[in-house]
């Protein structure tokens, strides 16, 4: 037998147990609710699953304990996206956490950081402010409109003013021929859910934030 085949075939039927637990996790918590609604603040990250569900691209949201991760994960899946990932900014989840004080060494970060998943779109979620508790926010029906309203161009074309920006992306923050690939392919999208048939430089700078976070 090859041990290698083996740990792989393992791995990945644990994998895929462990996605199809917590999607199973993820419905009983919302069952009769607006997952969206539950989930106080972060409009940012509905943002990033409304774009991740209208491009069909994987989405990793990254924040700590009790920040709505798997309520998010649940409106992803209402839209129609499975390839969604959860993860923390560090073992003990509480790195940027304005709460409550981290206890991870830079090492162990580093470490957390390189097992992330790969993915087209990634947001850091947040423990919401009381202020923020008080009204839902964005709704699963708001969201679910946005991504019915798009448009389907299929153009990857920049502009000059487009390409310089990507050009300096590249320089300053080290993209690299993937990164910049999904970069184009998700600011394609949000020019889509703009109803544009050109990516535009806000386009596709969105769509550079989203790039996978570095500590």
Do not use: W
């Not at 409106?75 to 073992?91: D, H, N, Y």
């Not at 090492?107 to 947040?126: L, S, Y």
């Amino acid at each position: 037998m090859n041990l290698i085949t083996f740990a792989d075939t393992k791995l990945a039927d644990l994998h895929r147990q462990v996605t199809n637990e917590m999607e199973r996790r993820a419905r009983i918590a919302t069952t009769g609710h607006d997952p969206a609604a539950i989930i106080f603040g972060n409009e940012m990250a509905k943002r990033t699953v409304v774009v991740a569900a209208a491009g069909n691209h994987s989405l990793l949201l990254i924040g700590p304990p009790n920040c709505g991760k798997t309520m998010m994960r649940a409106v992803a899946l209402e839209l129609g996206l499975s390839q969604t990932f959860e993860a923390r900014p560090c073992p003990c989840g509480h790195r940027n956490n304005p709460r409550q004080d981290c206890s991870c060494t830079v090492r162990q970060i580093e470490r957390q950081v390189r097992n992330f998943p790969q993915a087209d779109v990634t947001v850091e979620m947040v423990l919401p402010a009381e202020r923020e508790r008080r009204t839902p926010g964005t709704t699963l029906t708001d969201m679910r409109r946005q991504t019915e309203d798009k448009t389907d161009h299929p153009s990857l074309d920049l502009d000059d003013v487009s390409r310089t920006l990507l050009s300096t992306a590249v320089r300053d923050v080290g993209l690299d021929p993937d990164q910049q690939r999904r970069a184009i392919a998700v600011a394609r999208t949000i020019a889509n859910l703009d109803r544009q048939e050109q990516i535009g430089v806000s386009h596709l700078m969105e769509a550079i934030n989203y790039r996978s976070l570095r500590f």
